[in-house]
């Protein structure tokens, strides 16, 4: 459906231009119709159930995590954060210790109480490194900000060789508190 949008517009314009030709007084019809066209196709992101499709090649790309770009579709409102760009950079490079600092005092001790340490993310770590794991893609979805000044933000990572040699997707939800620091990943 979304290649056919396209077309059904640019046949519209070509029907209203024919006008043009033919009837003098299709020049006013004929020219609201081409400007509305214009405004559609420059906002047909905005669109529901065009919008995904046509945007799909409109996205930014943002920061690059040790050769992976951090992508962040056009629409998206709010900047990245820098915790958490710490985070997938350490994620990206098998770096325990970026992915610790990246994460809040609270954050942390919660690990420690679940029996976490930097020590065992290292390992795991560098567990998957050995078994060939990699990211081949960052996507941020969204940054939402919270009245208390918390913020929500949401990835997409591609990656292989996390137990499968198959591109999976997996995704986080990450936390920020007030302070910068990530309080909670899911």
């Known amino acids: 459906m979304s290649e056919g949008v396209p077309r059904l517009i640019v046949r519209g314009i070509a029907m209203m231009?024919?006008?043009?030709?033919?009837?003098?007084?299709?020049?006013?019809?004929?020219?609201?119709?081409?400007?509305?066209?214009?405004?559609?196709?420059?906002?047909?992101?905005?669109?529901?159930?065009?919008?995904?499709?046509?945007?799909?090649?409109?996205?930014?790309?943002?920061?690059?995590?040790?050769?992976?770009?951090?992508?962040?579709?056009?629409?998206?409102?709010?900047?990245?954060?820098?915790?958490?760009?710490?985070?997938?950079?350490?994620?990206?490079?098998?770096?325990?210790?970026?992915?610790?600092?990246?994460?809040?005092d609270e954050l942390i001790e919660m690990t420690k109480q679940r029996g976490g340490t930097l020590e065992r993310l290292q390992q795991s770590l560098d567990e998957a490194r050995r078994q060939g794991g990699r990211y081949e893609d960052i996507t941020m979805i969204a940054n939402y900000p919270l009245q208390d000044g918390r913020k929500f933000l949401f990835y997409v990572l591609s990656r292989r060789g996390f137990g499968s040699p198959q591109l999976e997707q997996v995704f986080y939800v990450f936390t920020v508190g007030a302070n910068g620091k990530i309080s909670r990943i899911d």
């Not at 930014?60 to 629409?75: E, L, Q």
């Not at 998206?76 to 970026?98: C, H, N, T, W």
């Open 17 to 104: 231009l024919l006008g043009l030709v033919r009837s003098r007084r299709w020049v006013l019809f004929g020219a609201a119709g081409v400007a509305a066209a214009v405004v559609i196709v420059a906002n047909a992101d905005r669109l529901p159930g065009i919008g995904p499709a046509i945007a799909a090649g409109r996205a930014a790309t943002g920061a690059t995590v040790s050769g992976v770009a951090i992508k962040r579709p056009s629409g998206i409102s709010g900047q990245s954060v820098v915790a958490v760009e710490e985070y997938l950079q350490g994620m990206v490079e098998f770096d325990a210790r970026k992915m610790w600092g990246a994460m809040s």
